[in-house]
């Protein structure tokens, strides 16, 4: 493979709710599950995206994230396995699937996040990023990404193998495209089945339907347990039966299929042979426990905000609220970020400084956990907490967030914005700006990385050996501080983020 596989589609935040139920609700006959545990994933095209890294290739995901707390549990989950996000701006809230769950039975599923809200316009960037794709899998989940007209352009005229997996909801592949996945259900009701029709029969005919009504290269229609039925252009369709006894959870299968085809056609396989790998790939996710088994281990949960003093102005719920104002107002959103241990003047020049820059500050803050991975078990001197409240009360920022991870990647994706700043001697010509490890994050959406001037002298490290206190590492690098002992953001390799 030449280029990324690139994931097109809508993203859900799903939950499984695992629990036992031992009684009764005494004022309804229904069962009342007591929880155990849940989990997080990616749903949707997340999904999708986060099989196909899980098999060694090169992924990005195009999709639209709300700004909200779902969109910032996606984008760190997302991270955390390997998955590259070209987020679209989206209204509205992140649609989730809530699945309540008893002794691997479930019971209910609850769905939230009401109508779809229309996703944002795609960047230059996400354009080139599918034209230089290996292949392309559109993973619609009738939420609207696959319709924006920009993104059908450049699908149509990429050369690279387009799959293409529909929801009922959603609009027509466009055409052209090497294969299509639709499940037994959606073909009987994108191409009605005749009356009296076999199971095969129907298939087949909904199959070679689809293909000239999109005119696709071929149609694979998934059969569950019964493997899945490919037509092309013969007359004969090709049945592919499952290697085995696939039961269990299906849950993710047809994501499984469509993101195993997908990287088949990458690596240069025939539609017949990706079709057959996708249908062995399904069958043993099925068979060995489905998506609880499949997925890596969970991320935390992002820390959500502070209670006490300051603590409106800390968390995702704050960030989310000054995102949608200023956004909604057509403003510009500036985003830095940092361990700030030991607040000194030189971070508040720096955050002084950003702030002048557009109509709001957020500032991305390691939570102690970050930290301590970073500096070490003596690391932070400072408690997030503290922390998140000191740099709230400072009239130059405007909201907090807490990440839990080395560096603010997921962080990035979700919020999106519009200048991101470092603190560091760049301006100056001692580093390079082409350098920035977050410049390319920001491509993404069309933002930019700046740098301003830190106050010379400043630095928390020193401040805490005075104090007979031990040091660390660089919190955003994890690379030794250099010899500058500046106090403000930054991630140059011979610089420290935030002393």
Known sequence: MTGPVVVVGDILLDRDVEGVVSRLCPDSPVPVLDETESTDRPGGAGLAAVFAAAQGAEVVLVTALADDAGGARLSA??????????????????????????????LLRHDRGGVPAAPGQPSDEVLRVIARASAVLVSDYGRGVARLPALRAALAA?????????HPRGPAAVPGVHLATPNESEVRELIPALPGASRLAAAARGAQGLRRRWRAGAVAVTLGGDGALLCHAGATPLVVPTPGNAEGDTCGAGDRFAATASLALARGALVSEAVQAAVAEASAYVASGGVAAALPPPVRPVPTGVAGPGGERVGIAAVAAVLADVRAAGGTVVATGGCFDLLHAGHVATLQAARQLGDCLIVCLNSDASVAGLKGPERPVVSQSDRGRLLAALS???????????????????????????????????????????????????GNTVVVPYLDGRSTTDMIARSGHATGACCATGVPAGPGGHGGPSAAPSEEWSR
């Open 158 to 166: 990429t050369r690279a193998p387009v799959v293409w997996d529909p």
């Open 77 to 106: 989950l997302l991270a955390a396995a390997g998955v590259q996000v070209y987020a679209l701006g989206m209204s509205g809230a992140t649609p989730e699937k809530i699945r309540l769950r008893a002794r691997g039975r479930v």
């Open 396 to 446: 130059c920022v405007d909201a907090v967030m807490i990440f839990d991870e080395p560096t603010p990647q997921a962080a990035l994706s979700w919020l999106r914005p519009d200048v991101w700043v470092k603190g560091g001697d760049y301006a100056t010509g001692g580093g390079d700006t082409g350098a920035l490890p977050e410049a390319e994050i920001l491509r993404r959406w069309g």
